[in-house]
């Protein structure tokens, strides 16, 4: 699980009458009016709403400075960046210059991966109000992007000293330990990813506790969630046998995409897939809230490999199929470049395929194609030297792709949930990360505990794959090399 920073509203401007910008006749209305009606289509999400009643407000004050400033956060809803970071730019510049100012533009150029103007804003509103936890978050954000990550540690803590429930702090502060592999603590602080706003959609509403580990007895069934993305999904389904030795009866809510999956990793558990087939249960716990329970540290993170089994006719039949369309002695490399859309980090993890040319030329290898989603489009104009087979339209599932995996000889993809599939299976996988990467690929390694057949590649700056895939081109040419 991904986290943002808050990205908050200004507060109402002084009241001043705005000039006459409606037809003939029509009434002024105080500016302070006006944008409070703004203020509220913003945080309602009706962007064009919010635009035209600010319009209003800067006809008649071009520099308004609350004015400037949310129309710049309504560009920043709407994905334009580079807009947002300068009417925000803007609005400080004609005065706007609270710590609400320099919060949010902090975190817009965080996300545009300009961490000096972020680090600096975020510092500049600390320096405003050092007692304002929020800008101590924010600060310790753009710390974990920067790799500075004692640091963000650090902000952290004194963000959660001002403001001891803050669960956004608390989950940068869990998610920056187990980067640094300090998991005993790192667990504890990462249970409260569950508290940000809106995450809570993910749990079962009940009355019934968190599971806290003990043994359940005969008739007390246990409900496991597959909670957070594909690949989380794959990576802590290692630990429903675990679970299981505690709990004679438990069942599992999972998406529909992967309950194929799960009935290879653990055959005959009982799951479903929407919350009105639950069956009644004592305690639950989410997939990711196991790794706490059984005491993970680095040194003991269990990895049986393979934990995921195929289906040996699916597995026969790709075999076949690639079989007749690979040149024989060349070595089947399976790609994908980008994760999904919706995925609340995808902009810091996803490439375009353009970006992996350098490998394009490698010889002695054939590239599949194992993208799904939108960047499959970008295939069309490929012309690289190395042969490229595109099998999305005939991969209809997560047993399908798993069947391919068992196919090839290596995959390279960046952090997705293919790359815990193919180390679920144990077959050999190259992982290209961000340069600040989720905690769990932990910090400076070329390996992890986790899966045992990976190898990674960690991107040395924000957003610079184009620096990092000519190693990876030379790490493929030496492996494909007789």
């Known amino acids: 699980m991904s986290q943002a920073a808050l990205i908050q509203p200004p507060p109402m401007p002084p009241a001043a009458p705005v000039p006459n910008v409606l037809p003939p006749g029509s009434v002024p209305v105080p500016a302070g009016e006006v944008f409070a009606i703004a203020s509220e289509y913003f945080e309602a999400g009706r962007l064009d709403a919010a635009e035209r009643m600010l319009r209003h407000v800067l006809?008649?004050?071009?520099?308004?400075?609350?004015?400037?400033?949310l129309l710049g956060l309504v560009e920043h809803k709407r994905g334009h960046g580079?807009?947002?970071?300068?009417?925000?730019?803007?609005?400080?510049?004609?005065?706007?210059?609270?710590?609400?100012?320099?919060?949010?533009?902090?975190?817009?150029?965080?996300?545009?991966?300009k961490l000096d103007p972020a680090i600096a804003a975020a510092r500049r509103a600390v320096s405003l109000d050092p007692a304002d936890a929020l800008g101590l978050f924010n600060l310790a954000m753009v710390l974990y992007d920067r790799l500075e990550v004692k640091a963000a540690i650090s902000a952290a803590r004194a963000a959660l000293e001002i403001k001891p429930n803050l669960p956004q702090a608390h989950m940068k502060l869990g998610q920056s330990l187990l980067l640094l592999g300090q998991l005993a603590e790192g667990w504890e602080e990462y249970e409260w990813r569950y508290q940000i706003p809106g995450a809570a959609a993910l749990m079962p509403k009940t009355d019934r506790p968190q599971w806290d580990g003990r043994a359940l007895g005969p008739g007390e069934r246990l409900l496991l969630?597959?909670?957070?993305?594909?690949?989380?999904?794959?990576?802590?389904s290692r630990y429903i046998p675990w679970a299981q030795a505690r709990a004679q009866e438990v069942v599992l809510a999972c998406s529909k995409e992967l309950l194929s999956t799960i009935d290879?990793?653990?055959?005959?558990?009982?799951?479903?897939?929407?919350?009105?087939?639950?069956?009644?249960?004592?305690?639950?716990?989410?997939?990711?809230?196991?790794?706490?329970?059984?005491?993970t540290r680095v040194e003991n993170i269990p990895?049986?490999?393979?934990?995921?089994?195929?289906?040996?006719?699916?597995?026969?039949?790709?075999?076949e199929k690639l079989a007749a369309r690979v040149a024989p002695g060349s070595k089947r490399v399976g790609i994908a470049w980008a994760g999904r859309p919706t995925h609340n980090n995808n902009i810091n993890r996803t490439i375009r395929l353009e970006t992996l040319a350098p490998i394009f030329d490698v010889p002695g290898i054939t590239l599949i194609s194992l993208q799904k989603g939108p960047a499959v489009a970008e295939?069309?104009?490929?012309?690289?030297?190395?042969?490229?087979?595109?099998l999305d339209p005939e991969i209809n599932s997560f047993d399908d792709t798993a069947a391919v995996l068992e196919s090839l000889d290596l995959v390279l993809c960046v952090d997705t949930s293919l790359g815990h599939l193919a180390g679920a299976l144990g077959r050999p996988v190259w992982v290209m990360l961000p340069h600040a990467p989720d905690w769990r690929w932990l910090l400076g390694r070329p390996d992890t505990p986790w899966y045992p057949t990976m190898r990674l590649f960690r991107c040395p700056g924000p957003r610079r794959w184009d620096l990092l895939l000519p190693e990876v081109a030379a790490a493929l040419r030496d492996w494909a090399t007789p």
Request: aromatic share 10%; charged share 20%.
């Open 59 to 69: 006809a008649g004050q071009p520099d308004q400075p609350e004015a400037v400033h």
């Open 379 to 390: 295939l069309e104009p490929y012309r690289g030297a190395a042969p490229l087979l595109n």
């Open 264 to 295: 290879r990793i653990v055959p005959g558990l009982p799951t479903f897939n929407r919350w009105e087939a639950c069956p009644p249960f004592v305690a639950y716990c989410p997939l990711s809230g196991l790794p706490r329970l059984a005491g």
């Open 225 to 236: 969630i597959a909670d957070q993305g594909y690949g989380d999904v794959i990576q802590f």
């Open 303 to 319: 990895a049986p490999i393979p934990y995921l089994k195929t289906d040996p006719a699916l597995v026969a039949a790709w075999r």
């Open 82 to 113: 580079e807009a947002a970071a300068a009417l925000v730019e803007r609005a400080i510049a004609a005065g706007g210059r609270r710590p609400v100012h320099y919060r949010n533009l902090s975190e817009i150029y965080r996300l545009l991966a």
